[in-house]
């Protein structure tokens, strides 16, 4: 969707190191949803972000909402091969509260 | 616990042919989509379904058509497959109280030859 980018399209990185991923709205974001798909496979959820300046974090994995900038970052701390995959961000840019629009991806590779 | 599930996973046809995939939700979650994913295009909204029999179009509906006469099945007809419909589909589900957290199925692999 032009309407969010995803940045970079694709990273590779050794493993051990830190990355981060950005998602950036033209539109006014009323939520911003980060899921992770691998090869083959469906979408996983993994946070849901609302408010400006709300972060979350699960395991190693932490977003961050800026919504000044109308931007998220998904930031991957001590990356591990498991990380591995496409991560895309979903956002409600229409504030109907009924359906999500997509950026285009970020395809994560993680090397041993 | 089944959650939704996608039926066939993959599936080969020929152009002009009709077919349909098949998805399943076991949540009773109000609402459903299908998107369709492909390489450039990312994930984009084909149908969305707000309840029983009430449908909407998304950002690429043409030549695809939807029905829900359950709540918890949501079928994507295409009605004469073209070889741009060569795609992974993907079932998604929500329930109407839980913000926009959407739940997806696994994908169907559809190739039009």
């Known amino acids: 969707s032009q309407e969010l980018e995803q940045s970079p399209q694709s990273l590779i990185v050794q493993e051990g190191k830190n990355l981060t991923i950005n998602c950036t709205s033209s539109k006014t974001l009323y939520g911003l949803y980060w899921y992770k798909q691998k090869y083959g496979e469906g979408l996983i959820f993994l946070m849901m972000l609302q408010k400006g300046g709300e972060e979350k974090s699960h395991e190693k994995i932490t977003a961050k909402l800026d919504e000044k900038k109308q931007q998220s970052s998904l930031h991957i701390t001590a990356s591990q091969p498991s990380h591995a995959g496409i991560y895309l961000c979903?956002?409600?840019?229409?504030?109907?509260?009924?359906?999500?629009?997509f950026g285009g991806g970020t395809r994560l590779m993680v090397k041993p | 616990d089944a959650g939704i599930t996608q039926s066939p996973r993959y599936k080969i046809t020929e152009t002009g042919r009709q077919v349909t995939l098949m998805c399943h939700q076991t949540w009773s979650h109000s609402y459903m989509f299908w998107y369709r994913q492909d390489l450039g295009h990312g994930l984009r909204l084909i149908y969305y379904?707000?309840?029983?029999?009430?449908?909407d179009k998304g950002e690429v509906p043409d030549g695809y058509v939807v029905s829900r006469s359950k709540t918890e099945n949501f079928p994507l007809t295409l009605e004469s497959a073209t070889r741009s419909q060569t795609s992974v589909y993907f079932c998604?589900?929500?329930?109407?109280?839980?913000?926009?957290?959407?739940?997806f199925g696994e994908g169907s692999w559809l190739t039009v030859v």
């Open positions: 379904s707000a309840a029983a029999d009430i449908t």
């Open positions: 998604a589900s929500k329930a109407s109280f839980s913000g926009n957290t959407i739940y």
């Open positions: 979903g956002a409600d840019i229409t504030n109907a509260g009924n359906m999500l629009t």
